[in-house]
């Protein structure tokens, strides 16, 4: 089993930044894809951006290219997410989620069902 934990939430005036944490406890040895994702309430989940946990690139959604950038620390099991430039349509509940034995190059990863394990959630709320 596989526990994911965020941190580094909070609210920030558009124009800032925050910077995400995921740190995966547990049976981490298979995991080769992490990915962020946010979520609206009432809307469905949007993926972010997704990192193999070895070497290899990352992917971005559209939106989020050239603002945030996500990066993997291995002897930590962690990956961060840093986002900069945020404006109000950035808010929501931003949620770390991992897969093991397959990697993030695939279409089908960029979709919430591609995951196993998800984390609870951080809130990140941008104020005009």
């Known amino acids: 089993q596989v526990q994911l934990a965020e941190s580094g939430g909070g609210s920030v005036q558009a124009g800032g930044g925050l910077r995400l944490s995921c740190a995966a406890s547990?049976?981490?040895?298979?995991?080769?894809?992490m990915g962020w994702f946010r979520q609206v309430a009432g809307k469905p989940r949007e993926v972010v951006a997704r990192i193999s946990t070895a070497e290899g690139p990352a992917f971005y959604a559209d939106s989020m290219k050239g603002r945030f950038t996500v990066s993997r620390d291995t002897t930590k099991d962690t990956v961060n997410l840093q986002m900069n430039d945020l404006n109000p349509e950035d808010t929501a509940m931003y949620f770390c989620a991992a897969r093991p034995n397959s990697y993030c190059d695939s279409l089908a990863s960029r979709h919430e069902d591609w995951f196993r394990y998800w984390g609870h959630g951080t809130q990140v709320t941008v104020s005009s």
């Open positions: 547990g049976f981490t040895v298979r995991i080769n894809c």
